[in-house]
């Protein structure tokens, strides 16, 4: 994402006399947009994250939450009276209930709770090593990653920590771990990223933030009664995503377009709202 809109800024401020003084970040903003499409594949994402994220605080960002609200319940009672069979296309081989949406939207709130929690930790890192020598910052922030690392490697038998972290969330799909093993993870995700940025390290927080919410998700999967759970790393991934970023309308975006899940879709846009 970084590297998109410095590209794109570069290349407009060499073009800046062809472009009027309201569209000075034109570029910026659709360098950000293809960067994130070429790493999650998701064109529609990368549009909607660019543009969601400079503006989340006007007028437009305020009628989001109520809009999806909106949207996701008149969903819910259609279906309700008529099925939920899709219009132009075959029924999805998994539905889902009114359940699954009321944990759709628990597990939404304590996504909240945890981007919180995560929020808190980064700025209390940054704080804390703010006052050591410059040259020690990278020293402890690699330490305490290594640390962890080597932990969740002693758990999981995979570096975790490390990486873009596609692995990690392909792990979650797949398997059910422990709990006590998820939440240990999800406190290691935690502090190695808030160590990264506190030793000085760059980089955004749109992969990390998604990790973190398919763990909590796949967490949550212990406390879900049936033996079909259904995608709830993903609801936590948007859920997670929204909180952190406050970009509801890119969260529930990529869960969209890079699983194509229609039972996924409703609960996905309930969850980031909660």
């Known amino acids: 994402i970084f590297m998109g809109a410095t590209v794109g800024d570069r290349i407009q401020s060499r073009l800046d006399r062809f472009f009027p003084k309201e569209d000075r970040t034109m570029l910026l903003v659709a360098g950000a947009a293809a960067g994130l499409a070429a790493i999650f594949k998701a064109p ?8 969601e994220v400079p503006y989340k605080d006007s007028l437009r960002g305020r009628m989001l939450v109520p809009t999806f609200v909106a949207s996701a319940s008149s969903y819910v009672v259609s279906i309700l009276l008529t099925g939920s069979e899709r219009i132009f296309a075959h029924a999805s081989p998994r539905g889902f209930t009114m359940q699954d949406l009321f944990l759709a939207s628990l597990l939404g709130l304590c996504c909240g709770l945890g981007a919180k929690l995560f929020a808190w930790f ?13 040259y020690a910052r990278p020293v402890v922030a690699g330490t305490g990653i290594g640390l962890l690392t080597a932990l969740v490697f ?6 975790f920590l490390y990486g873009p972290g596609y692995r990690l969330m392909h792990h979650m799909l797949a398997h059910t771990d422990p709990l006590w093993m998820l939440l240990v993870l999800f406190i290691a995700k ?41 995608p709830y790393p993903l609801i ?12 509801p309308v ?6 969209a377009e890079t699983t194509g899940d229609p039972w996924a879709r409703i609960p996905a846009m309930l969850a980031p709202v909660a």
Do not use: D, N
């Open 44 to 51: 529609l994402t990368g549009v909607i994250f660019a543009i």
């Open 122 to 134: 980064h700025h209390f890192s940054m704080k804390l090593l703010a006052t050591a020598p410059a």
């Open 154 to 159: 002693q758990l999981f038998g995979e570096p």
């Open 236 to 247: 936590g991934l948007a859920a997670f995503l929204g909180a952190g970023y406050r970009t």
């Open 250 to 255: 890119a969260a529930i975006s990529v869960v």
């Open 190 to 230: 935690v502090v190695a990223t808030g160590l990264t940025f506190a030793g000085g390290g760059t980089g955004g927080m749109f992969l990390p933030l998604s990790v973190m919410g398919a763990v909590l998700g796949t967490a949550f999967l212990h406390f879900v009664p049936g033996p079909t759970a259904g």
